[in-house]
């Protein structure tokens, strides 16, 4: 009798649980699945929008061969944001790490630095991110009314006599700080947590072994941190892949605004395609050689 019991109130359980869940689902088929199935026909076919709608006509593998080999600015475009991934992954990477080692240490105002380290994800939409990016003319001249007296990289390098090349590298590495510090919240956040699972033990035995600092973050903190960096990295990855200033993004959205579905899916398939490649590459090596190592 009280096995039929329990049964009965796990079969409740699981009823209230479907209901909840049933709203997601819907809304998931309907706004996720279909259009996501919609647009992988679409990349395969030729769009006419007319008066009796949208007409598909299947034509194969055409607008991937138009984008590989017709338009020259979808493979620069693709370089470009590959070459944007792979420069801002590490650096995203080594920055949130350290901030998170900085904001795990006890100190006073840590609850307060660590909300302000998060800000940004709450507030990354709408008119803060175009004040932010600079988008608003007023904003434009007030910045260059400001900073017109003040040395510029430029001026430092020709102080050593270096090439200009250098100068201008320094310059965009300097000018992308500011962008990706404000990539970092999410990442921040798992890499407290993860250091906050590690075993205060290890630390105690590593000073009573006489090991320096350094040592603890090579043989203790960062080999503990090996399965949350793996998660960060997948993150980051993912999050620079589809972010709207990637110019694949850019480019297939003014596509898109204008009605041109077909070529404009092709161009994010392929983009997709490209970025899960990457991704399964970087989850490969990663375990098969830096984790198996630690373990």
């Not at 998931?28 to 007319?50: D, K, R, T, W």
């Not at 600015?73 to 790490?97: A, C, E, F, H, R």
Request: glycine share 6%.
């Amino acid at each position: 009798m009280k096995n039929k019991k329990l049964r009965g109130i796990e079969t409740l359980k699981s009823k209230y649980g479907l209901m909840f869940v049933s709203i997601w689902i819907v809304g998931f088929v309907l706004f996720f699945f279909i259009p996501l199935c919609q647009s992988v026909g679409y990349a395969f076919s030729e769009i006419s929008i007319g008066e009796k709608g949208v007409q598909t006509f299947f034509v194969g593998f055409q607008n991937f061969q138009k984008l590989l080999v017709e338009d020259p600015d979808y493979t620069k475009n693709l370089g470009s944001s590959i070459g944007q991934m792979v420069y801002s992954l590490p650096m995203i990477l080594v920055v949130s790490l350290v901030l998170a080692i900085i904001l795990n240490q006890k100190f006073f105002g840590r609850l307060f630095f660590r909300a302000l380290y998060f800000l940004p994800v709450i507030i990354a939409t709408g008119v803060v991110m175009q004040l932010i990016s600079g988008k608003v003319s007023a904003d434009d001249q007030m910045a260059s009314t400001v900073t017109q007296n003040m040395f510029t990289v430029e001026d430092i390098m020709g102080v050593f006599n270096l090439p200009a090349g250098i100068a201008t590298t320094m310059q965009e590495i300097i000018s992308s700080i500011f962008s990706l510090v404000w990539k970092c919240g999410i990442q921040i956040v798992l890499f407290i947590a993860g250091l906050q699972s590690i075993p205060s033990s290890l630390y105690e035995v590593s000073k009573v072994e006489g090991a320096t600092k350094w040592e603890d973050f090579w043989f203790i903190t960062f080999p503990m941190l090996s399965r949350v960096t793996l998660l960060v990295g997948i993150f980051t990855i993912i999050e620079l892949f589809t972010d709207s200033t990637s110019p694949i993004i850019e480019t297939a959205f003014a596509k898109m605004s204008v009605g041109i579905y077909d070529i404009s899916s092709a161009m994010l398939w392929f983009y997709f395609l490209i970025a899960a490649a990457i991704l399964g590459l970087v989850v490969f090596l990663y375990t098969y050689i830096l984790m198996r190592r630690w373990d």
